[in-house]
């Protein structure tokens, strides 16, 4: 445990070191240290609110490049179901699907095919369960590191189920070796992502050991080639049939979609992480009367189409996706021909990463010394200092990783003194 | 220097958008100091109780918190009508609320019995037309 690999990162030469980040930051991981930003990796949960706010273009997500393709003796792709509301005017998404396979790929395999069956897996799962209620959707990495970190009282009502991509993987790669006969290590399965958070849990998984995803592109970098290539399907008249998800995985990609899934009334839906935090406070605190049989998070506003990789204006992407659900059957996947393994096979442990001390007492003492801190601040929250908050200045003093002068307003004093000082001399 | 932190929250009245600050802030300075988090979650429902309790019944009040190495204190005070029959009071589902608070979702009679249920040691003391002070002990 303690993988705390991050995706987010940053371009130091084209940081200005300026406030927006840290302000915009939910965990407040971020500080600005001689004049650039520094991510704590502990705190950070790949949301991507920095990237999306980073007027400098600064910070970046690490995504893999698609000629890794070459890597590989066969290739599968394996798209996330928002890509299909990144393009305009698509009634088919076969188009999408022969386009990528014109890209270089061997073989397609949706996301949204293998959502079916998560959502099948997780209404069995769920209606089985009661006791765990609310089960919480563990589809957006975000959401499970924010938990894993922050609410230690809600793990246990995790969905321990797979998230749709990790069973789309297994199935793809599994199909593509009995049709080739190849070793696993020739076969690269290659995830289309929207967003950061999916390339960091298929680099470090949380609930299952091993991904079976090999390379996460970003949706935003294949774009362009994407759509040549759908126009280039289209004219030559050459679309083949290939989709197997209905309404059900298509739905997968925004909010409220995989609740939908579940074929139950009793769900609530947030999103965007501000409010994803909010619902997890207060479910923490009990303050719902009557719970839900499952709530879905997705740390986007949105969902998945708002992520921080795609193109496509979330709102509008979900108008899309719901003209491309329009005639569709509820599902086409309804069982996988072969056996899978959609269950989380690991426990997920609290991290305290927040935590003080490193004992009760030495918390405490630090603690009292945040609070005197704070009353030495003027509250401002400026950012300055390069910390979000006064608070989480005061806490990085006693962490011993800031001063007390970082604050201008403290400095300012100091100076005021010092220069009375001299002028009494 | 004394090993504890005193913590004052001054509780509005008739402000339900604001009843939750105080325990939530206590929360998350548990979560800081790496308390286990099965008592946090006993800790912060007890407090919340107490402090809708005060907004509801008593036109507010102030909760001190006094948290140790060994466990936390919290005392809330408050000016209001006192409990008439504590042990009414404490029976699970009993309640005084008025049809505008239950219809906002309090008032299920829950309150005083959570309280006790979720903290491990509690004391009431209560006068009509005086106020109520409630003093609740958890231990980590």
Redesign the interface.
Known sequence: MGDFYTSVHLDRDLCKGCINCIKRCPTEAIRVRNGKAVITKEFCIDCGECIRICKNHAKLATTDSIENISNYKYVVALPAPSLYAQANNLDDINIVLTALKDMGFDDVFEVSAAAELVSSVSRRYVEEHQDQWPLISTACPSVVRLIRVRFPNLIEHMLPIKPPIELAAEMARHIAIEKTGLKSEDIGIFFISPCPAKVTSVKFPIGYEKSDVDQVVAIKDIYPKLIASMTKVVEENRIEDLSRSGRIGIGWGRIGGEAAGLLTDSYLAADGIENVIKVLEDLEDQKFLKVPSFIELNACTGGCVGGVLQVENPFLAIVKLKSLRKYLPVAKTHEAPFPVHPEWTEKVEYQPVFKLGTNMLESLTKMSQVDELCQKFPGLDCGSCGAPTCKALAEDIVRGIANEKDCIHILKQFIHKLSDEFSQL | ?S???R?QYLISDEDFTRA?EA??DV?A?L?????N??V??KV??AM?EGEINMVIHANGGVIDVI???KDITMILKDKGPGIKDLDLAMQAGYSTASENVRAL?FG?GMGLPNMKKYSDEMNIETEIGVGTTVTMKVF?
Not at chain 2, 31 to 35: A, I, Q
């Open positions: 220097m090993n504890s932190l913590i939750g325990s939530g929360k300075k979560k800081m100091m790496g308390v988090p099965e946090i979650r912060s429902i919340y948290i140790t190495e979702g299920a980590f």
